[in-house]
């Protein structure tokens, strides 16, 4: 079957016809039009697939929250393609039979590709490093380690940790928070911490692990990639690190873009977040950094959890949110109609350079003819309400719910197969 897709703006820019045929994009004038299944796209944006570099899918061991399944309709929802799979598990993903549980997982879920990311250490301890080269060489091919959720806070132990992923051509993803400055820690540490009564996390907690692994990755010659920058701090040390040559990358999730510490006036569990929504400050220098590439990617940090996780006093509640299908709709209204990205800066930060860190291919000529078929039609002008029952994975932890946000994810073709059809999730069986 050919799809043609006519009168899309790619990228953003003018409008001009796509052509789907097989897993690939074909001249849409070498195709015959009668036979074509023909998708009217005016007035839409045609981005490639997304790719999420960070997210929490949960199995094994916390299917009451997630699911690779539910979690990969919700990324087919919000316009992903390609998800890498936090380490995070139970058993963590610090062993080849884990890594590859989880890609099958992937393959027979069949909306997008699942990479399984690798723990740097033996069981997120700290203590010693898992097998990264086993990891690697195992047939889910592992690129990214980390211990997101716990700080690979050993200097020794990270350094080794870099060095290993160097002769791996590996990435090592560091969850940058210093465990003896954040004892207690429930939300950003300042005059609203003190009113409320809860934890404070300061922000040199981030900054000074973020600095001290960047002079180690400097040291071993290696790639970092620093997990959920939050902090105003924390980037202007990732742009003296890139200034003078590090290899450093670094991410930022859709609600630290939107988000502000002022919602946790609310004692609303849902806005409890690792590391915890910051100020007003943080936010513009965040925005300004993804602008000028100093962040490179934003990453959902997708965290979903069982209601009873959420639904209990904000002190004892579990950190984390869901973020799927809604990180679009955010860089949209934080990026986009700010006028600080257009959306070829999109899908930049969303798709090709993710997938770029990830060492995924398919990524690197989106949209052009002969490149995978990785495809998403959005409605830029649609504006919705969030409600939980919109909500395709297996949690409903959101910040958003009852907010409007722009944009809609309308179409969805992953490597040519078609995962999401006028928003509607398609499951019919991919026998890949």
Not at 110 to 135: F, N, S, Y
Not at 232 to 239: D, F, I, K, N, S
Not at 305 to 320: I, Q, R, S, V, W
Request: charged share 20%; hydrophobic share 45%.
């Amino acid at each position: 079957m050919t799809t043609l897709l006519t009168g899309a703006a790619v990228l953003g820019g003018e409008p001009r016809d796509l052509a789907i045929e097989g897993d690939a994009l074909v001249d849409p004038s070498a195709i015959d039009r009668d036979r074509a299944e023909v998708i009217d796209a005016s007035g839409l944006i045609a981005l490639p697939g997304l790719v999420d570099l960070h997210a929490h899918l949960r199995q094994p061991g916390g299917e009451q929250a997630e699911t690779v399944a539910s979690g990969v309709r919700a990324a087919a929802a919000g316009g992903f393609t390609c998800v890498f799979a936090m380490a995070n598990t139970n058993p963590v993903a610090d062993t080849p039979a884990v890594v590859e549980q989880v890609h099958r997982l992937g393959l027979e879920a069949g909306l997008a590709t699942v990479r399984p990311i690798g723990a740097v250490t033996v069981g997120l301890a700290g203590e010693r490093l898992a097998d990264m080269t086993m990891l690697a060489r195992s047939a889910a091919r592992v690129t990214v380690f980390s211990d997101d959720g716990h700080c690979v806070h050993d200097a020794e132990l990270m350094r080794r940790a870099l060095e290993h992923a160097a002769a791996l051509d590996a990435v090592v993803a560091q969850h940058a928070q210093d465990p003896a400055l954040t004892r207690g820690a429930v939300m950003h540490e300042g005059p609203l911490s003190a009113e409320l009564g809860l934890g404070g996390w300061p922000s040199v907690a981030e900054a000074s692990i973020v600095a001290r692994d960047a002079m180690l990755a400097e040291l071993a010659g290696a790639r970092l990639h620093v997990c959920h920058v939050s902090t105003a701090e924390t980037v202007e040390v990732v742009r003296a690190a890139k200034a003078r040559g590090v290899r450093i990358t670094a991410e930022v999730a859709p609600h630290h873009l939107l988000l502000t510490e002022d919602l946790v006036r609310s004692y609303d569990a849902r806005f409890k977040v690792n590391p915890p929504l910051r100020t007003d400050a943080d936010v513009r220098a965040l925005r300004e950094a993804l602008a000028d590439g100093t962040i490179d990617i934003v990453a959902t940090d997708h965290a979903p959890h069982a209601p009873e996780a959420k639904l209990t006093a904000f002190a004892d509640a579990a950190f984390g949110m869901v973020g799927l299908e809604t990180a679009l709709s955010v860089v949209q209204m934080a990026m986009v109609e700010t006028g600080l990205m257009d959306w070829a800066g999109v899908a930049r930060a969303m798709s090709t350079t993710p997938a770029a860190i990830g060492r995924e291919p398919g990524y690197d000529a989106p949209l052009e003819v002969g490149a995978s078929a990785h495809v998403v039609l959005v409605d830029p002008a649609a504006r919705a309400v969030v409600e939980e029952r919109h909500l395709r994975g297996r949690s409903a932890n959101s910040p958003y719910l009852g907010r409007e946000l722009p944009g809609r994810v309308l179409h969805v073709w992953h490597a040519g197969r078609r995962t999401l059809a006028d928003g509607r999730i398609v499951t019919e069986e991919v026998g890949r």
